[in-house]
């Protein structure tokens, strides 16, 4: 008997090949496998997936279109794969940003997706407008590296170089130093101010 890999098999497909906000996997899980579509951008899409192949059992209740949000992962449809047999399978993928109200609105996870400008911060000891920021960051759509100054010497060292020696040391600042795409600012206090920010060209 053919025994597929039981871990988790990731089959990525671009809906347009490198212009493609959304993508589909497909999770391996005993007996069926498991396809998702993948938002990676901040608008919403209405998706409809056909699988069409051998050595599965599917629905056959024609494909709908599926609300998938913006920044979010839905589940969008199930093969059940046949004993002993391997499965054998093609996509063909429909999205569209013109959203449907007939589209069906599924339960859907949200995730992390990259911004347009890479976010780092850096941590103060005594940031006192960190919790303006930091909290909103962390429950919010965007992937953003953070760094605590007191726990990292050489990054203080870089970054004191950055502003000047006789600048005000870096690690007495009471605001987050923020890094978007290279650019560094230190007078940033609210998370909506980062996202203004962010969303300028």
């Given at each position: 008997?053919?025994?597929?890999?039981?871990?988790?098999?990731?089959?990525?497909?671009?809906?347009?090949?490198?212009t493609?906000?959304?993508?589909v996997?497909?999770e391996?899980?005993?007996n069926?496998?498991m396809?998702y579509?993948i938002?990676?951008?901040?608008?919403?899409?209405?998706v409809?997936?056909?699988?069409?192949?051998?050595?599965?059992?599917q629905?056959?209740?024609?494909?709908?279109?599926?609300?998938?949000?913006?920044a979010s992962k839905?589940?969008?449809?199930?093969?059940?794969?046949?004993?002993?047999?391997?499965?054998s399978?093609?996509?063909?993928?429909?999205?569209?940003d013109?959203?449907?109200?007939?589209?069906?609105k599924?339960?859907?996870?949200?995730?992390?997706?990259?911004?347009k400008?890479?976010?780092?911060?850096?941590?103060?000891h005594?940031c006192?407008?960190?919790?303006?920021?930091?909290?909103?960051l962390?429950?919010?759509?965007?992937?953003?590296i953070?760094y605590?100054?007191s726990?990292?010497?050489?990054?203080?060292?870089?970054?004191?170089?950055?502003?000047?020696?006789?600048?005000?040391?870096?690690?007495?600042l009471?605001?987050?130093?923020?890094?978007?795409?290279?650019?560094?600012?230190t007078?940033?206090e609210?998370y909506?101010?980062?996202?203004?920010?962010?969303?300028?060209e």
């Open positions: 008997m053919i025994k597929l890999n039981i871990l988790t098999l990731f089959l990525v497909l671009q809906i347009s090949a490198q493609s906000p959304v993508k996997v497909a391996d899980i005993p069926r496998l396809f579509a938002n990676e951008s901040t608008t919403d899409y209405d409809m997936v056909t699988i069409s192949g051998t050595n599965f059992r629905s056959k209740a024609k494909p709908r279109l599926i609300r998938v949000p913006a839905v589940h969008i449809k199930t093969i059940m794969l046949i004993r002993g047999k391997k499965p399978y093609t996509y063909s993928i429909v999205q569209n013109s959203l449907s109200k007939r589209a069906l599924k339960p859907f996870e949200k995730i992390k997706i990259n911004p400008k890479q976010i780092t911060l850096y941590i103060p005594n006192t407008s960190c919790d303006s920021i930091l909290p909103p962390e429950n919010g759509k965007y992937k953003y953070s605590l100054l726990e990292n010497e050489n990054i203080t060292s870089q970054l004191q170089r950055s502003f000047g020696a006789n600048s005000t040391p870096v690690d007495s009471k605001t987050p130093i923020v890094n978007l795409g290279g650019k560094l600012y007078k940033m609210t909506q101010e980062l996202l203004d920010e962010l969303d300028k």
